[in-house]
């Protein structure tokens, strides 16, 4: 299986302020990658897709690169909306895998 | 509207089964592979099965795999998740959740349901 690993777990941060969330798969996952915010209660929301491609929607200042394994969510200037958990996916292989997750906790 | 609606959660006791739906609208299964991805209590995601969109096959899970059966029905618009011998961690929301192409094997997920959770206890 690929495994994915996220950094950090937890991240405290502040309004406006810049915030990069890595995610690194085990094995080449070429540009298959996909990261979404989740809020308390409510089912994930896609944020990137094909590793760097903004999904309809989504604010500007999300953005995502990469490709092979390792791979980059950035929040240009943190809003207050955008406290919640960011999961990175492979959907390269079978079984399809999530990195364990970032919070994005105000500082 | 594009929108899948889970259905058939609950409380059961360990070893029990349980069924779930997905019911779509706004799309057609048929043209779009759509998946079952649950969250532990406080944990992170967990991908569970899907059946592709040609119903040519279907992938779990190694966690579910031979106690879960996936299955579409194409004439109703939905897709089930057949749970037999549950354990105590199969305890989590279970979405189904559809990707952005159609007539596509990969893709990541635009359309999530609300999710129905699942709780496994005696």
């Known amino acids: 299986d690929i495994q994915m690993t996220q950094s950090p777990s937890t991240l405290s941060a502040s309004v406006g302020d810049r915030v990069i969330i890595t995610c690194r798969a085990s094995?080449?996952?070429?540009?298959?990658m996909a990261w979404y915010q989740q809020k308390p209660g409510k089912a994930p929301k896609l944020l990137i897709y094909?590793?760097?491609t903004l999904e309809t929607g989504v604010p500007s200042r999300f953005s995502g690169s990469g490709s092979g394994t390792e791979f980059t969510l950035t929040i240009s200037s943190l809003q207050p909306d955008d406290f919640a958990t960011y999961y990175c996916?492979?959907?390269?292989?079978?079984?399809?895998?999530f990195g364990q997750g970032t919070e994005v906790e105000i500082k | 509207q594009v929108q899948l609606v889970e259905s058939g959660g609950g409380v059961v006791q360990p070893g029990r089964s349980l069924r779930l739906s997905c019911a779509a609208s706004?799309?057609?299964?048929?043209?779009?592979?759509v998946h079952w991805v649950r969250q532990a209590p406080g944990k992170g995601l967990e991908w569970v099965a899907v059946?592709?969109?040609?119903?040519?096959?279907?992938y779990y899970a190694d966690s579910v795999k031979g106690r879960f059966t996936i299955s579409r029905d194409n004439s109703n618009n939905t897709l089930d998740l057949q749970m037999d011998s549950l354990r105590a961690e199969d305890t989590a929301i279970y979405y189904c959740?559809?990707?952005?192409?159609?007539?596509?094997?990969?893709?990541?997920?635009?359309?999530w349901g609300q999710g129905t959770m699942v709780t496994v206890s005696s």
């Open positions: 706004g799309f057609t299964v048929s043209n779009y592979a």
């Open positions: 094909k590793a760097s």
């Open positions: 959740a559809r990707i952005k192409a159609a007539n596509s094997a990969g893709d990541a997920f635009d359309i």
């Open positions: 094995q080449s996952i070429r540009i298959w």
């Open positions: 059946v592709r969109y040609d119903g040519s096959d279907k």
């Open positions: 996916q492979q959907y390269q292989l079978y079984p399809w895998t």
